[in-house]
């Protein structure tokens, strides 16, 4: 491809799949591998080689025909191109079971996030930790929010209040948002919704799991 | 529409949207609502009227133009294209923060899935209960999965035992995949699998809480 080729604009997918490549790269440096090939990296990554050499292109590092990528200058590529590391400060909205799991799971799994409080209504959870993260009440949102240039949110609320939720989060500069809920919702331009309703995900999985016919790969 | 057009395959999409429209029917029917129209469904679900008039050219009940559907007969008729109730028997594989927190959630949210047991390696979790499911060792698998028609499992073990997994679980007659590890599975032709990478995710939420001119609606 020439110089002069126009990339795609980023994606949620390629912004997937270039932190597919670290982990994979990572994976490499543990074993104490120096340079890779594009295909190698494909194989490893379940994508193929010509998508990656595509995304590859985005980091800025070019590599060799003959030697491929230098292994740790090109996960430091992609860590630059996806913005290097970075504290995130996060609030998740409810701490149902589902928000209480979340909260669990991302305190061990995903440390770099930090969680600067949990919101809820059940004024029986409010003003306790949970694993970790003080519980206040919803109605408190702004006043702790406001001043925390908290970029992201989790949101785990019931359906019915997810959207006034979105709308309040928008409002104090949140411009990403973990949907966890049972329902879609609307935010302004630029903000980003990354939807992941388990439940609708447990009617495909059981729909299919009786139709082994209708699976198409 | 004529009768004589051909209705593309189901696809997971399709399954999740008749999903939705059960709930907005059974939040209708709450309501007391009797019939609705195709336009009134989708602005209850965020979809367009003529791709929910398509979807539900599939239920096999066309409502009337002046009236609309009937609520009742319309979610009985989404839920017999779904499948109908069906109460599906499901494993566990990982036993860890993340498969805890599935576990918890599950039984609370979805307790028409019935978890048959949960399987680990590491020994101190093993046969103790969690959340109500039995926790065995993965060795145990095929004894205890064999003779249960488990058609559905849940994947959060480690990402380089994954594969390893699936290959188990296929064996053993699961159909159905729902994949929360950090990898993607190979499986056999018929056996659907729903990745839900959250590291993925997270990566995307906080890649696009910086960027929100790269942020398409």
């Given at each position: 491809m020439s110089?002069?080729?126009?990339?795609?604009?980023?994606?949620?997918?390629?912004?997937?799949?270039?932190?597919?490549?670290?982990?994979?790269?990572a994976?490499?440096?543990?074993?104490?591998v120096?340079?890779?090939?594009?295909?190698?990296?494909?194989g490893?990554?379940?994508?193929?080689?010509?998508?990656?050499r595509q995304?590859?292109?985005?980091?800025?590092?070019?590599?060799?025909?003959?030697?491929?990528?230098?292994?740790?200058?090109?996960?430091?590529?992609?860590?630059?191109?996806?913005?290097?590391?970075?504290?995130?400060?996060?609030?998740?909205?409810?701490?149902?079971?589902?928000g209480?799991?979340?909260?669990?799971?991302?305190?061990?799994a995903?440390?770099?996030?930090?969680?600067?409080?949990?919101?809820?209504?059940?004024?029986?959870?409010?003003t306790?930790?949970?694993?970790?993260?003080?519980?206040?009440?919803l109605?408190d949102l702004?006043?702790?929010?406001?001043?925390?240039?908290?970029?992201?949110?989790?949101?785990?609320?019931?359906a019915?209040?997810?959207q006034?939720?979105?709308?309040?989060?928008?409002?104090?500069?949140?411009?990403?948002?973990?949907?966890?809920?049972?329902?879609?919702v609307?935010v302004?331009e630029?903000?980003?919704?990354?939807?992941h309703?388990?439940?609708?995900?447990?009617?495909?999985?059981?729909?299919?799991?009786?139709?082994?016919?209708?699976?198409?790969?």
């Amino acid at each position: 491809m020439s110089r002069s080729t126009v990339l795609r604009p980023m994606t949620p997918r390629a912004v997937g799949r270039l932190a597919t490549y670290r982990r994979v790269l990572a994976g490499l440096a543990a074993d104490g591998v120096a340079a890779v090939h594009s295909q190698d990296i494909a194989g490893l990554s379940g994508m193929t080689p010509s998508l990656v050499r595509q995304d590859l292109m985005r980091v800025g590092y070019r590599g060799n025909p003959q030697h491929g990528y230098d292994v740790r200058r090109l996960d430091a590529a992609i860590a630059a191109t996806l913005g290097g590391p970075r504290a995130d400060r996060a609030v998740l909205l409810g701490v149902g079971n589902l928000g209480r799991a979340i909260l669990q799971y991302f305190r061990t799994a995903h440390p770099q996030l930090q969680m600067v409080a949990a919101f809820e209504t059940d004024v029986d959870l409010v003003t306790t930790r949970c694993h970790g993260v003080p519980v206040r009440h919803l109605l408190d949102l702004e006043e702790i929010v406001g001043g925390e240039q908290v970029r992201i949110a989790i949101l785990a609320v019931p359906a019915r209040e997810a959207q006034a939720a979105a709308d309040r989060l928008a409002a104090l500069g949140v411009r990403s948002i973990l949907n966890f809920t049972s329902t879609t919702v609307r935010v302004p331009e630029g903000t980003y919704v990354e939807n992941h309703d388990i439940g609708l995900a447990l009617e495909r999985v059981a729909y299919f799991a009786h139709r082994p016919e209708e699976v198409r790969a």
